[in-house]
């Protein structure tokens, strides 16, 4: 740092905080340090009594810290992302609007890497909504050369944004509901209801529902009818266990669906099925969907709304922290489940 008359330093990066204290009135920080000197400041400067102050001296190779991260903001930021105005090298990452957030996870490692610069992020994988903290980038010294910058400008190219967020898609929704109590009026429907504000919340709604019994081939020809009613989204519900009388996994089978997986290592949820009617998501859910708060299903549903393609490695892979501790008061997405 250089000691330098007030007078003479417009232009150059405050080295250190300044206190202004007005009686009665204020006392605390009137300028940060790391702030830019305007020709607007000198005024105040020399009010509270500095005639000469300590500053750094911006060379050629640098960018002060507030100018990095700003670039680093513009370079990070995909579809759906915001970030906020620098302060003291530091910026805060936000979300545009509800949707599924999805982080570069390379990039992320490969610029946290290169030093002067950090970059912490929530988890991807999940649903956000508009506003919420996803991130912050933040210059760690005052300055940072600008070959750091440039290193990363040329990380970053021609790969997947920082950060994005996906939109939620509107998917015309079929819900077949077996059970042959169900069907025979022994005992209510509880698992539409659950369903029905699942998809609510992610703004799809339900075309089509009907309750069927516990018969392989019913449950089949049902699944195929409401391929051709036009549904783009197909759940069916119960009977996804081994027993013998539960005919729901036999009968997605049975539509020549491609089956990704029927069991996930994710607890609650491991007897969910997943499969493709041709390009359409089918969902085999286990009971535990109806009365758990939070599932294998709560997982996979928000990747599915915002039209993502859904693979068994995809599945596999969760369970690393696919398992729900129930918590008393659920914090979900805000915890470890599912996030790997």
């Known amino acids: ?12 990066v405050l080295g250190h905080d300044i206190t202004e204290i007005v009686p ?9 340090k790391g702030h830019i000197i305007t020709e607007n400041d000198i005024e105040r400067l020399l009010r509270i009594g500095k005639e000469h102050i300590y500053v750094f001296d911006l060379s050629e190779d640098e960018f002060h810290e507030d100018e990095a991260a700003v670039r680093l903001g513009e370079l990070f930021a995909g579809s759906g992302i915001s970030f906020s105005e620098p302060k003291e090298g530091k910026i805060n990452i936000n979300p545009e609007y509800k949707g599924l957030l999805k982080i570069n996870r390379d990039l992320l490692d490969e610029v946290n ?15 956000v909504n508009k506003g919420d903290l996803l991130g912050g980038c933040r210059i ?6 600008k070959e750091n910058i440039y290193k990363i400008e040329e990380l970053a190219k021609d790969k997947e944004p920082m950060f994005q967020v996906k939109p939620f898609k509107k998917f015309k929704t079929a819900l077949i509901v077996t059970g042959s109590e169900v069907y025979k009026g022994r005992i209510e429907d509880k698992f539409g209801p659950v369903i029905e504000k699942k998809l609510k919340f992610f703004g799809s709604e339900i075309f ?9 081939e019913i449950i089949k020809e049902k699944i195929l009818d409401v391929k051709e009613k036009g549904a783009e989204l197909i759940i069916v519900t119960g009977g996804m266990s081994v027993d013998p009388d539960d005919k729901t996994p036999g009968a997605i089978k049975a539509t020549g669906a491609n089956v990704i997986t029927y069991g996930t290592p ?16 089918v969902f085999g859910l286990p009971g535990c969907v109806m009365f758990a708060k939070t599932t294998a299903f709560d997982l996979l549903l928000p990747r599915v ?3 993502e393609k859904i693979y068994r490695k995809d599945i596999s892979r969760m369970g690393y922290g696919g398992q729900c501790i129930s918590c008393e008061v659920c914090t979900f997405p805000n915890c470890h489940f599912g996030k790997h």
């Open 1 to 12: 740092m250089n000691v330098i008359r007030t007078e003479d330093a417009v232009g150059m």
């Open 24 to 32: 009665g009135e204020f006392k605390g920080v009137a300028f940060k």
């Open 113 to 127: 890497d290169i030093g002067d610069i950090c970059v912490a992020t929530i988890h991807g994988d999940r649903y």
């Open 140 to 145: 760690i010294p005052l300055t940072t050369k």
């Open 208 to 216: 089509y529902k009907e309750i069927v019994p516990d018969e392989l």
């Open 266 to 281: 994710i607890l609650p949820g491991a007897m969910l099925l997943f499969a493709y009617l041709d390009d359409i998501p």
């Open 305 to 307: 709304m915002a039209g």
